[in-house]
């Protein structure tokens, strides 16, 4: 049977406010981009009676048997989006966890994409919302991964257009706990992105926001803000902001030649920790 490929690309918050919270979920406003860093999703259809899902890879230790992979079939199963459909899934993880990068969230979300354009599964936008939202918040983001600016009411607005930025993305040897950042999240920001535009992809106007979740994070985790400080230093440097709630910290030029340049004073600095020079897709 025919394998198919699948590139599973790592989400950047440029910008991201926390606005309130609701119950439970805090409100959350950003402007996004993916960058050519992706995960590498191989499926094909088996005649078994069960899925079959294995992690390979630098990043896929400690990977348990649930994850965002398996809840996604399982939840597809239950509502016989699949008609009882079984797969095998390898997935070379090549985008850290604990980053902040969505690497898990955006997996689920390109099986999604893959399901949906090869007709294997038909749903309506409402119910794909709120199939997303029961396996993780950013899954939705993933959906056509694309420039995107998502609101504090929980609407996205995706552009067409692409913004053309050069990477420089840090993960030291520890990653963040997205539960305990937000846990400790006590203040809310006025929203700035409720009225989206392509503007908001402006270097200039992305150089003035922030990410609320930087003091929580650089608190708990003081080199955070250290690798912040350091590559904020380097020349042509556009700006630097964590991504999520850590702990990827990016780096941000407007050529490959900065960026490059970038990559190699980080590592005679910083040369245990994993690094990638990228760009955005």
Known sequence: MTTFKIKSHAKLNLALSITGKSFQLH???SIISFI???DLIYLKLINSKNHKVTFEGKFSKGIGKKNTVSNLLKLLDKKKFLSNKKFKIRIIKNIPQESGMGGGSINAASLINFFIVKKIIKIKNS???????MIGSDVILGIKPTDSILTSNGKIKRYKQKSKLYTLVVKPNFGCST???FSKVKSFSNSKFNFPKPSMFNKKYLKKLDNDLEKIAFKKHPKLKNIKSFLSTIPNTIFVRMSGSGSAIVAYFQSKKACGVALKQF???FNSYWCIASKTI
């Open 267 to 269: 590592k005679q600095k």
């Open 179 to 181: 539960r305990y950042i």
């Open 36 to 38: 050519d860093l992706y």
């Open 127 to 133: 119910e794909l919302y709120k199939l997303t939202k």
């Open 27 to 29: 409100k959350i406003e």
